[in-house]
């Protein structure tokens, strides 16, 4: 470690570190406007000169290397001068008096002048003309406060890799602007607002942050994921400032517009702040008294009546690791049922499915921060720069600083091609055909991992069966995808040193989404890419607590930490913990339970946290579902598309209400923290499922979230050694056994979970429903940026709802001129299910003979559209593809 | 009229300007049409440097008669008095402005007889756009030389020795910076001409580009042999087109001789040159904003280190050196270290070439040997002042540059004195000024062009520079403040001493060193709202006026 001398005084210095980083560490203050940790030394704004002992002239301290044994002057007179100078250009620069300023609170230029004891300019103030661009929902642009440090710049190029704005013109005529000058809103900008934080003056302010926060508070995001911690500042009972979590790293934690700027929905007027209970058929306030006395009674008869798997429950992926237990336990022990699913059916049942099968556990096998090191990465199914925006930023590091190779595999022409060398462009639900053929590349090329093949895994001879019959060409075929190119990306996979897999729901959400992923385990295995670092297999997971959801077991065919309830063992120490005989049978999936409804088998359904009226396929017949089951209690934030058709509405609390946990996509389990009180009458949701339980009689007795926790982590091996207090400084990856684990950044490290890898042959099946001459394209859905889900959230948001406009339908410029659409005409989409009108967007994002529309919008419900064929094994339904028509609306059916 | 007859038109940009061309193609009919068989028709670069303004020149080998301002209709006489019947024709002929004396050969011309072209050696006397006549006189040779019979750690040995120091402004010792660059292991080195030439009144580079373009193109594919590098890039400006055909074509015919491509004259060294052209900034003369450019990045400059040495262009380490460095380079090859030391002054070996301009008699491209003095090169090769006016300063280097007053006739001209009093060797720009020029408004008008052309990265040249030229312009125009002249002062320190690169921290030399030289002038614009040399309208009407009534 370099020891250094600042202004007299002895400082010891990060290897590698800057003049600037080290005197800041050690508590030296030294001017400067454009440094950044977080960014590539810049040397633009010449503040932070200083004197060093042997080197030439004024050397920018932000830009110098520490050597040990520097000697540093920074507050002497000669250099304080030059400075001072400096800064007087500066402050003269503005047409405003830039001393009196208020905009920013924490204004570095006023810093760096009240330091230099500058308290007016001898210099004519500038005549500089600059914009204020106020389109911007979250932010305003006001160019005449900037300073031109381009931390904003930078920090759109080097981390987000989005480049929205740049330096345009040269020399005084240089300024921050979008591409040909537009207003940012028009630009490729994407309102993570990150920028507006970096801003070190006053011209990137947030709209919405007028008042500082009285308190902060650590917690988790609540939208996708990725996990991102979030710093809430609180005043009053509001959140007024929204931060990333850099926990100790003293760098800006990345975060995306929904996280920074999404969150209005826990302040929102339509949040239920009272139960509610129908009465001649509309929904009434009542008391929580009345309204638990008949949701208990009324579960409690229909148990009685017809047996307890008459009832099913969904929890609910958003809400935290203690409720989804206690919600489970509720549905096992109290009313003695498995039939208890979530909405990881819909969206990664076949990851559980088929990473189960081939490895030995569904979750993602490395951590999102080991992306950066992989050397090729491949993404199939997987928007990640829309649907997991702060995982692609990981994706966008390791191809722009480290060189790495990216392949994409999706039907759109999404963000993140832009960083590609291989975009292959396959047909919707030709995956298994693609990924068959890679592998016969690498084979036949000799690239596979003879070794790992050897020792590792098991059955490769039966899967090379199906393989070898999938060449290139035969792929083509089917997939669309030239020949070559499958070789060049077969070739690239299995040539580098680490390559990782990354998918989501473009491989899951398909009647061969189980096969998807065997097929992707078959790759990653026969490249050896299984149990290293920065290697491995990423199913992104959509919602924060979709992991956590799962290990809790709210699963009809599984005990939380995926034990058996088939097996004696494991039911007999269940039953022991929870005082109840427990039902051996598997349940119900969430998709089977709405047949079951329509059958009389599901009598009474209890909704928590969940949307199936918009989230699932077909959703007529789901709405059709939810109005003959005799008996529907949802327990939710808002009335929900769902919960208007409930019996009985039970108010939850949002999770800047409550404490808990979360267990992100990376297997990181993270506290929640409670910020505010719920609104109104409304509850948190581990009293509402307690109180429940204990009139239906079955009493559970925990004090705090926090004891729930002790209870997991006695009962779910891999949650052995997680605690509340351990989780305050950061998460905890599990498996994390004990106490003094430390977490498993990486899966089968020297083995697999299961023993051997095991391959499975993927022969390749056609989606459930192709176009043909009637419904002539092919129809999928998916997220934007800017939205979440159903919405529910996302939409309470103003400034979201402006930077996307809900109901666009993506189609392909081709398409459009053969079915007479123009941009921007009314569009009427029908598939054999359901008819939705929208307007066109016009585009080569879509492929030839595909249609893309986003499931958040209730004009536009995308699932009125959706096939719900099912996935065999699975149970997940086929949202990506289905069969549609497309036509201008005007036009007379 | 039995040797063979040269005739060389002169093709550089100036005298194509003037019509060249249409002399070229006049000279080739007519010789047709009078049918002489032993007359050769060449288009060359520059003969006449200085004489440019005079319009097309012609020069007759190897009799060495040069004519001035041919137009198409003087063909047919020229053709066939002087070609035919061997009698010069006279009116045509090069005449000394003083003495009225008709000079017919170049040679014997003052301005050319006191120079020394080691950098210009070929201009003129080659066709550019023909391989052969460059290796005809002797080009290439060095090429195999260090190829076949030198390692790359002995070129390297051989241009230290030399002392030749890098001629884009800096005077870093070129052989230390290949030596640099032969240390640092990598996969992939790059070595850069830089013909960014931007200054403006500078002229130099354009001018070998486009009459000897082999010579740089040999230069760098011997830096890419010291230094290990396979491939190098010429960073053109693209206001300079005919340069840029000149070196595509002489690149072209490299190629085809097996000088570039793989396994160069059997020596297992691969070479090649990719060319990039400016887009107009200035600031991309500067080594990191000309890597950035190419990068197709804005062009602007980063703080060093790391310097492009370590990591350059893509990453990679890279060598820059100027044109005219590396066109000195097959000199130095070919005639050995020792002899180039033999030329130049103590530190600074060589020769510079100086685009001669302002008031003096002769202006032009001047190439004479490191430390000659001020004084020669303005009275015995420039002629001197016109008009009968005095000698007041002499403005070096480029707009960057200071001004040196006439008190110091005898500086030698070299880097070291140069710096010493002010100023800058630069570029080799170097402009006269006599008594009738205003000192203010020559830094004013300097710090104009430094101020459009600054990138606008880093505060004090962005902003510094704003104000200074506000604060000139002030004082020019009679507006001026007693409290003008220290803030002046301090800014243009401020910007010297913490701009982020080279066009920064040199930027305020005109300004800095006509406070020195000339602070009387501008208490005289600011107190007595007076110009001493008559040149400020605004003052001088003012005056007038005060005159009158």
Redesign the interface.
Known sequence: MPRITIDGRPVAADTGSTVLAAALKAGVYVPHLCFLPDLD???????C?VEIEGMR??P?AC?T?VRDGMVVHSDVPAVN??RR??AE??I??HQASCLECTSNQRCELQRAAAHLGIDQS???P?TRRAVKDTSNPFFIRDMSKC??CTRCVRLCHEIRGVGAI??I??????RVAPFWETPIVESTCESCGMCVDACPVGALRPKNEQLPPAELVRTVCPYCGCGCGLVLGVRGKKIVQVRGDGFDTGKQAQLCVKGRFGLDFVSSPERLTSPLIRHNGKLEPASWDEALALAAGGFSRIRDTFGPDALAGFASAKCTNEENYLFQKFMRAAVGTNNVDHCARLCHASTVAGLGMAFGSGAMTNSVAELENADCIFVIGSNTSEAHPVVALRIKAAVSKRGADLIIADPRRIDLTRFARFHLRHRCGADVMLLNAIMHVIVTEGLEDRDFLDERTENFGSAWEVIRHCSPEAAEAVTGVPAGDIRGAAVLFARAGRAAIVYSMGVTQHVTGTDNVLALANLAMLTGNVGIESAGVYPLRGQNNVQGACDMGALPDWFPGYRKPADNLVRKSFERAWGRSLPEKPGLTATETLDAVFKGRIRGLYIMGENPALSDPNVSRTERALEKVDFLVVQDIFLTETAAHADIVLPGASFAEKDGTFTNTERRVQRVRKALPAPGEAKEDLWIIRALSERMGYPMIYPDAAAVMVEIAALIPIYGGISYERLENGGLQWPCPDGSHPGTPFLHRGGFIRGRGRFHPTPYREPAELPDAEYPLLLSTGRLLHHFHTGTLSRKTGGLETLSRPGLVEVNPDDAEVFGIRDGDRVLIESRRGRVEAWAAVTGRARQGMVFLPFHFRETPANVLTNDALDPSAKIPEFKVCAVRVKPASVPL | MNQPITVFVCAETPCLSMGSDDVFEALKAEVARQKLTNVNIEISGCHGHGLCNHGPSVVVEPEGVFYLGVRPEDVPELVGSHLRDGRPVERLLYQEKATGKIIPHYREINFYKKQQRLILRNCGRINPEKIDQYINVGGYRALAKALLEMTPIQVIEEVKRSGLRGRGGAGFPTGRKWEFGYNVLSDKKYVICNADEGDPGAFMDRSVLEADPHAVVEGLIIAGYAIGANDGYVYLRAEYPLAVKRVSIALEQAREKGFLGMDILGSGFNFNIHMKEGAG?F?CGEETALIASIESL?G?P????PYPAQSGLFGKPTTINNVKTLASVPAVIDRGADWFAGIGSEKSKGTTVLALSGKIVNSGLVEVPMGTSLSTIIFDIGGGIPDGRRLKAVQTGGPSGGCIPARFPDTPVDYETLSLLGSILGSGGMVVMDDTTCMVEVARYFLSFT??????????C??????ML?ILTRITRGRGKE?DID?LY??A??VK????CGLGQTCPNPVLSTLSYFRDEYEAHIKKKNCPANQCRPLSRKASATVKS
């Open positions: 030394p810049y040397g633009g704004c010449r503040l000169v002239g004024l920018a830009t290397p001068h030059v100078v400096t250009l500066i003269a620069d001898r210099l004519r500038g300073v031109l740049d330096v013109s040269r020399g005084y005529d240089a | 900034a600031v804005r602007m980063r703080p060093r280190p101020q459009a052309e600054s990138c606008g990265k880093c505060v004090p962005r902003l510094g520079t704003k104000q506000e409290s803030t301090d800014i320190r401020t001493e913490c701009s982020l």
